[in-house]
Each structure stands twice: as structure tokens, then as C-alpha cells.
């Protein structure tokens, strides 16, 4: 049975994990006013949550003169409840203003939550597309649904949702995320999907010619044989082209590791190659995971860029953070532009580095160790290597010795946070990500952000993405090198 949204709103009023925002009470509200005024472990750059749960980012795309950016929101805990998109806007993707909940899960046809989607823009409307959730007694299903971003930023549903009803024969309820684009006069929308013949995952493929009435086409071949081909579930899928190269971004789950990859919950791989949508195929030319780090997935790239292609993606999937204990839980990354060079997606956070100032700036060389004093656990490292070895060490240490760990040995890569245990149940996974490059490593950009570090190395050919949550101590980076390794030094405060 699917309930009217006006009847599974009260008949939910009492259960906390499916009340919509508009269900708050005062005491809800004086409740968040404090969340949002506590800075314990908030990011200056990185969204967060003014109160509640933040995961996938949704609605990307350029529109009116304005960045436009929803994520996945559930305002009450920072358990996964009902999911609403909350809305931000911004003039250079780093101040960012919020604008609330725009889509609220209030309908039949999206009665236990709004899940993820993006956005096309064309004709000067954007064209936002969403999941609509059904749990049932003891399945689920789900439909693809429209709300149009006018340019007042009010958000319409649409009045014929949705426009895709249910799942196609043959799949599982878990079919959502849609990402829409065009090819020529057609729109095509993919699908993360589970196929019921073998419980895998895939990516599914809709097509219109106007955006509203879709037609079935069938599964994407992606044409190669990899270790993300066993996953159990593909989410969230992109697709777009960087330097003239079609790039498909996807968030396989269940994929066991491989050497180096795969070793966190749930992961993402990029896809270099061509897209062929009349065959329904995507020939791969090279493959790899998105990010090395511990704390990166469901990825989304900017609809319409008035500039770089970019990417902006979930810092998550823990269940239980540090930061549960002050209201809310989880950040976004910086957004980061793309590029494609020597065969390799490179990702850099460009506009923190143009819109960013300095509070204070010093450089300095390093041939032997070094030890710096930390104002701020905002700041921005950068490292050059001089010719010669490449062995060295960066560790962002407190007062208690409870460090960070950045090694690096010639072409071997390790990241350490031994000491910062968030949950106990993911542990399983380990506590450090290595990776051996196929390159001379000559640069390594370190962004840290109160309880963030972001990692690029040679301008982002790889990235390592690390929560952490620091004590209230003093903390410094100590710097040190075991040969001849020289490194040009460059650190930077950030500021608003």
C-alpha cells in the first residue's frame, strides 16, 4: 500500500526517522538555531549541515548567473531519516549561502524520501531529477521525478510526476540517482541499478525528446573486464566530457580490494573512453578509483559550466562521527575542476586557491626536518621536490602525539590515521591507504580544514580525501626527510 503524503505525514509524526521539515516543532527549531551556532569540528570551505545529516550532493549545475547546489539532507539527527534537498547557492563555488529545504518529501510518489538526482539546464529553466523512495512491507520501489528551479530560486515539483513510474522488468527497487544529458535532440537519463538475474549492479538508460516522457533503452555496456564489474550495486552515475574526452564517474558498492583499490565501504571509479548511446555501449580506454582516501563517494559533476568541468562529492558514508555529539554529521569536498592529462582524470581545487586569501604566508626549504607551529588547523601546504630522492614525511601532530601521517617513499604513497578511530564498525576496512604511482611525484597540495584534509598530488592526478576530528590542543606539522629529499615549502592560513 502507498500512502497520500498527507496521510504517511501524520501517520509518521511520531516516528522522528520519517518527519519532513515542515512537521518542526518550535522546540525542533530552538533545537537547531543551537546546532547551527557550534563550530566544534566545522570546516570554513567544506559544506556541512547547519543541522542533522548531510550526504550525496545533488542538483549541481550553473544557472541565472548563480551556482546552484542541493544535497541530500535530514534535518532532525544524523541518522539517515528522510531525505530532503537542501539548497545552496554561490557566486564563486566557495561561499556558499543556504536557502533551506526545496524539495521536502511530502507526496505518494516520493513518500519515504527524496532521494538523489541532478540537474540539466536548458532553455533557461533547470530541470531538477530526482529518485522518489517507496519502502514498502517488504520490498521497496522507486520513481524518477522532476521539480523545475525557477530564477526567484523557488522550486516547483512537477504537476505530472512522476515521470517514470516504478522499475523496469528486470531490476530490483534499488534503481535511482538519475543524471540526465543531451545528444543532439535527444535526452538520455542514467540510472544506477540492481538486475534481479544476478543481484549485480549496472547503469540503466532512458530516452526523451522533451523531458518529460520517457522510453526504456536498456543497460549501458561499459566494455571492460574489471573488479567493480562484481558489485552488487552501481549508484549515483555521470556522465560528461573533460578536454574533449567522454568521462564515466559511478559509485559501485560491494567490490572486494584489489592491491591498492577498493578499500573502503563503498567506492568510485571514473571510466575514460566514448560513449556510444544508439549502441548503448561505453568503450573504456583506461579506469581507475576517483580518490585514495578513506572518506569519498557518490561524486557530482557541474550541469552547464560557464567554465572547467568540476566535481563535488560527498566526505562520508561513516555512520557515526565525532561530530554527531554537537547535532550534525558529514561534509561535502571542495569542489574540485577536472581535467584529463596523459590519459589520467586530474581533479584540483582551483577556486580555493583564486578566491582564498592568505591570513599569513611563509616558505621556506627543507633538507632535514622541520617543525612549524600551527595558528589554525585551516591552511593550505604546498610542497615542491627539488631533484634528487623522494623519501619524506609530513605529520600534523597535536600536543598528545595524536598525528596524521603523510609518507612518502620514491613512488609509494601512504596516508596514516591510526590515532583517529570514528567508528569502531568500519574498522574492518583499516585505519591506512596506500598507493604506488606509475609517475615521479613532484608536487603534493595538503588542504586542511579543521576536520578535513584534502590530499593532490602532482595537481591532483591523484587525491587522498581524510576526516579527522582534533582534540583542542595545539597542533603543528612536523616535516622530515630520511636522504637527500629537498622540498620547497609553502604554507598558507586560509581565510573568508
Known amino acids: 500500500m502507498i500512502f497520500t503524503g498527507k496521510e504517511l505525514r501524520w501517520r509518521n509524526v511520531e516516528n522522528l526517522k520519517y518527519k519532513t521539515i515542515d512537521l518542526a516543532t518550535e522546540r525542533d ?29 545533488n542538483g549541481f549545475c550553473y544557472y541565472n548567473h548563480q551556482y546552484h547546489l542541493f544535497y541530500q539532507w535530514f534535518p532532525f539527527d544524523t541518522f539517515h531519516g528522510m531525505k530532503h534537498w537542501m539548497h545552496l547557492t554561490s557566486s564563486d563555488l566557495i561561499h556558499w549561502q543556504e536557502h533551506g529545504a526545496k524539495i521536502t518529501p511530502t507526496e505518494g510518489y ?30 521497496r520501489d522507486a520513481n524518477q521525478c522532476l521539480a523545475l528551479l525557477s530564477s526567484d530560486n523557488s522550486v516547483t515539483k512537477y ?44 547503469i540503466i538508460v532512458y530516452k526523451s525528446f522533451d523531458l518529460t516522457k520517457w522510453e526504456f533503452q536498456g543497460e549501458l555496456n561499459i ?30 558498492q560491494g567490490v572486494e580490494p584489489q592491491e591498492f583499490r577498493f578499500h573502503n565501504k563503498f567506492n ?27 572518506d569519498f563517494y557518490a561524486p557530482q559533476t557541474l550541469a552547464n559550466s560557464p567554465d572547467k568541468p568540476t566535481l563535488i562529492a560527498w566526505a562520508g558514508t561513516d555512520e557515526e562521527l565525532p561530530s554527531m555529539d554537537y547535532g550534525w554529521i558529514h561534509c561535502l569536498t571542495l569542489p574540485r575542476s577536472l581535467s584529463v592529462k596523459q590519459q589520467r582524470l586530474h581533479q584540483y581545487p582551483e577556486k580555493l586557491f583564486e578566491k582564498v586569501l592568505a591570513v599569513q604566508s611563509e616558505s621556506l626549504q627543507l633538507n632535514g626536518e622541520q617543525s612549524i607551529h600551527l595558528d589554525s588547523l ?27 601521517n603523510l609518507v612518502v617513499n620514491d ?81 598558507q592560513y586560509l581565510t573568508k
Open 268 to 294: 568510485v571509479v571514473y571510466c575514460l573512453g566514448a560513449v556510444d548511446f544508439d549502441n548503448l555501449s561505453f568503450k573504456v580506454e583506461h579506469w581507475d578509483e576517483l580518490d585514495r582516501g578513506f
Open 378 to 404: 585551516s591552511f593550505a601546504l604546498n610542497l615542491e621536490l627539488e631533484q634528487g630522492g623522494c623519501n619524506f614525511e609530513v605529520a600534523l601532530v597535536n600536543e598528545n602525539n595524536r598525528s596524521v
Open 110 to 139: 516520493e513518500s519515504h524520501g527524496a532521494y538523489s538526482g541532478a540537474a540539466i539546464v536548458e532553455d533557461d529553466q533547470a530541470y531538477l531529477f530526482y529518485t522518489g523512495n517507496i519502502k514498502l512491507e517488504s520490498d
Open 411 to 491: 613512488n609509494h604513497i601512504s596516508l596514516f590515521r591510526t590515532n583517529y578511530e570514528h567508528h569502531a564498525e568500519d574498522w574492518c576496512f583499516g585505519s591506512t591507504r596506500e598507493l604506488e604511482t606509475d609517475y615521479d611525484i613532484n608536487t603534493i597540495s595538503l588542504i586542511c580544514d579543521e576536520s578535513i584534509i584534502e590530499i593532490y598530488i602532482n595537481d591532483g592526478r591523484d587525491v587522498f580525501t581524510c576526516l579527522f576530528f582534533p582534540q583542542d590542543v595545539e597542533h603543528r606539522l612536523h616535516i622530515s626527510s630520511t636522504d637527500n629529499t629537498k622540498l620547497n615549502i609553502n604554507l
Open 223 to 252: 566494455e571492460i573486464n574489471a573488479p567493480f564489474q562484481s558489485a552488487y550495486m552501481f549508484e549515483c552515475p555521470d556522465l560528461l566530457k573533460v578536454d574533449g574526452q567522454d568521462v564515466l564517474i559511478f559509485s559501485p
Open 29 to 57: 527549531v530552538r533545537n537547531f538555531e543551537k546546532i547551527k551556532t557550534n563550530s566544534k569540528y566545522r570546516p570554513k570551505f567544506h559544506i556541512t549541515p547547519p543541522h542533522g545529516l548531510l550526504n550525496d550532493p
Open 159 to 202: 504537476a505530472g510526476n512522476p515521470v517514470i513510474q516504478s522499475v523496469p522488468e528486470g531490476y530490483t527497487g534499488h534503481v535511482r540517482d538519475p543524471k540526465v544529458l543531451k545528444d543532439g535532440g535527444r535526452y538520455f537519463m542514467l540510472l544506477g541499478a540492481q538486475r534481479k538475474a544476478d543481484m549485480k549492479g549496472c
